[in-house]
């Protein structure tokens, strides 16, 4: 059934306003919905993308500090078991000899001398400056096994390569009431760092790392930490 222009003419008035219209989309609107749709895409893609830069960052950001953590509490483990801080670290050498490290801070305990350095990396698996540890070994427990050989052992890598200098000596060791705390070997414009309040054997730790992060741009962690000797 064909419909002629005068047979629709005399459809009533609320037929025709139903009479779908063949007009359609012209191409300029076509173009125009499809640019929007692109540019929508687009920033929900840079969205997503962001959003994985800033997991990435925060999941690296919390394993250096776990790392940190974990080497402070190593550090704090061997001043608990020493019997004095060197207020001068290399003036009686490492027993497993520095390879140009500045030895930063030095412990004598029941079992000897115990030296951390800083410096080069020994091998191309560790990223950055390193902190060494000469020193014996650790068992499956936590304690020192007894009679084992002193051993050079990469502690934590990924120092700053240049450190901020460290200010936060003299308040960390406030409980020296006035007491002159001694930056040991100058360690303050290292990465890690520690001060000596000689009358309570307290010592002030600070590690700085730097790494860089998933959008490229560096990022630093920095820790600080006070224990005793004894």
């Not at 997991?55 to 394993?63: E, G, P, T, V």
């Not at 027993?95 to 490290?101: S, T």
């Not at 020296?176 to 100058?186: F, I, Y």
Request: with cysteine; glycine share 12%; hydrophobic share 45%.
């Amino acid at each position: 059934m064909k419909w002629s222009a005068a047979r629709f003419s005399a459809l009533p008035r609320r037929c025709r306003l139903a009479w779908p219209s063949a007009a359609g989309f012209s191409l300029l609107e076509l173009l125009l919905a499809m640019g929007l749709g692109l540019l929508f895409c687009g920033v929900v893609i840079q969205a997503l993308l962001g959003e994985g830069q800033n997991a990435q960052r925060f999941s690296r950001l919390l394993r250096e500090r776990a790392n940190q953590d974990r080497a402070l509490a190593l550090i704090r483990a061997d001043l608990q078991r020493a019997t004095a801080v060197a207020p001068d670290p290399e003036r009686l050498g490492s027993v497993c000899g520095l390879a140009g490290r500045t030895a930063v801070l030095q412990l004598t305990t029941p079992e000897g001398l115990v030296t951390y350095s800083v410096g080069a990396a020994p091998s191309g698996i560790w990223q950055g400056r390193v902190l060494i540890r000469c020193g014996p070994a650790y068992g499956l427990h936590g304690q020192v096994a007894a009679g084992t050989a002193f051993q050079s052992r990469v502690v934590i890598d990924g120092l700053a390569a240049s450190a901020t200098p460290w200010q936060g000596c003299s308040s960390l060791l406030a409980a020296g009431q006035g007491a002159t705390a001694v930056d040991l070997n100058g360690s303050a414009r290292l990465p890690f760092s520690a001060c000596l309040d000689p009358g309570a054997q307290l010592v002030a730790l600070r590690l700085e790392q730097q790494f860089t992060a998933g959008s490229g741009s560096a990022q630093r962690i920095v820790s600080e930490a006070v224990a005793g000797a004894g």
